[in-house]
């Protein structure tokens, strides 16, 4: 059993950045693709980016309104990752989640790719 768990959430102003953090226990993870999704008020969840890695090595995806501004990564030990968000604005102010899917397989933008999932976090960017 994978869990993972969201840190770094907060408030910020417009323009200013936040690291999440996502750190999975249970199992590693070198393997599994990871995502983070956001959920606003309202509104449906939502593909952020993720990172998959293959036998030719790692591969990035990003949705069309954080691509430039946000980045994903993942540490040496490939059991913590992360999203770097600048240029932070009103619009991203949701609840983040990240994700793991065991499947090399699946659309990376689908939630329901995803397997596991931590309890969220919350960004808040004030204008």
């Known amino acids: 059993q994978v869990q993972l768990s969201e840190s770094g959430g907060g408030l910020v102003q417009a323009g200013g950045s936040l690291r999440l953090s996502c750190t999975a226990s249970?199992?590693?993870?070198?393997?599994?693709?990871m995502g983070w999704f956001r959920q606003a008020p309202g509104k449906e969840r939502e593909f952020v980016a993720a990172l998959r890695r293959s036998w030719t090595g790692y591969s990035w995806w990003y949705a069309d309104s954080v691509k430039g501004r946000f980045t994903i990564s993942r540490d040496s030990a490939e059991n913590t990752q992360y999203l770097r968000m600048n240029i932070l604005k009103p619009e991203d102010t949701a609840v983040y989640y990240c994700?793991?899917?065991?499947?090399?397989?699946?659309?990376?933008?689908?939630?329901?790719?995803?397997?596991?999932w931590g309890q969220g976090t919350q960004v808040t960017v004030s204008s």
């Open positions: 249970g199992r590693t993870l070198s393997n599994y693709a």
């Open positions: 994700a793991a899917a065991t499947s090399s397989s699946g659309s990376v933008y689908s939630s329901e790719t995803y397997d596991y």
